[in-house]
């Protein structure tokens, strides 16, 4: 028990956050467009896996217009679930890669009730502008604001005002009970947009599965001791479609090609 307990608090030392309940563990490997289908049919006929849900939801990601949280290794983003009045400002922070897993911090707000979808006679969408510290202020927990404080500083966090990318997100969810934990295995269809002051918006489209061992109230114990599960089931998975890890999360796959296209083009 004691050996367990100082691996959970060398985790959070790492990770530079207080509590181990906003830890999360995943894998994630790429998915090639004509393997997607026979994925999700080996997942949904796998024993033991039972489908949860298909959802469509988008982020905003946020940065400052030099991509500081880019390069720090975070993310953070507002999250639009529903027809996009449940808002939510969420942050992950920097991690690792261990034996194929990522290991970083995850945070959320509390619900964004004062940022709303609002239509006019002109079926514009209009949504209330407000400063990022103030949300964090207001509707973070008090470990999300440590944690971004931390990793970022305040100076950056005044300078969070740009919104570069837009990721429309095609979830379908599954989950595998374990004893005391469960996976929680998907195949995520992305389209993710860069936003630009003219032209046409560049696009780029891509499958990803991704699997995470969760557990009762997030006991990070809980779910360090069925990590060889977790690793088990997506081995099943590689082999049988010949996936490939992918070391970037969303908001950096994502950018990976739009700011390599826009160092092309200053260049050229």
Not at 184 to 208: C, M, N, Q, T, Y
Request: aromatic content about 10%; some cysteine; overall charge positive.
């Amino acid at each position: 028990m004691r050996a367990m307990e100082r691996r959970v608090r060398r985790l959070c030392r790492r990770l530079k956050i207080d509590d181990p309940a906003f830890v999360e563990i995943e894998s994630k490997w790429k998915v090639l467009p004509e393997d997607a289908e026979a994925l999700r049919d080996w997942l949904d006929s796998r024993k033991g896996t039972e489908k949860v849900r298909k959802r469509v939801f988008f982020d905003q990601f946020l940065d400052t217009p030099d991509l500081r949280v880019l390069k720090a290794g975070c993310s953070l983003r507002l999250r639009y679930k529903g027809d996009g009045s449940q808002v939510y400002l969420q942050y992950k922070g920097p991690g690792f890669h261990r034996d194929g897993l990522l290991f970083r911090s995850e945070f959320s707000s509390e619900r964004l009730d004062h940022v709303v979808m609002e239509q006019s006679h002109h079926d514009i969408v209009h949504f209330t502008d407000t400063p990022v510290r103030e949300i964090l202020k207001r509707r973070a927990p008090p470990g999300m604001v440590r944690a971004m404080h931390d990793h970022l500083g305040a100076r950056t966090i005044a300078r969070i005002n740009h919104s570069p990318i837009l990721c429309v997100y095609q979830k379908e969810k599954f989950n595998v009970v374990l004893n005391g934990t469960f996976l929680e295995p998907s195949l995520d269809r992305l389209f993710a947009f860069r936003i630009r002051g003219k032209g046409v918006h560049p696009l780029s489209v891509f499958w990803e599965y991704e699997n995470e061992i969760k557990a009762k109230n997030n006991d990070l114990a809980s779910k360090l001791k069925h990590l060889k599960e977790l690793r088990a089931f997506d081995g099943a998975a590689a082999r049988k479609f010949d996936l490939r890890p992918e070391r970037l999360d969303k908001y950096h796959r994502c950018a990976s090609c739009f700011v390599a296209l826009a160092r092309r083009r200053r260049t050229a």
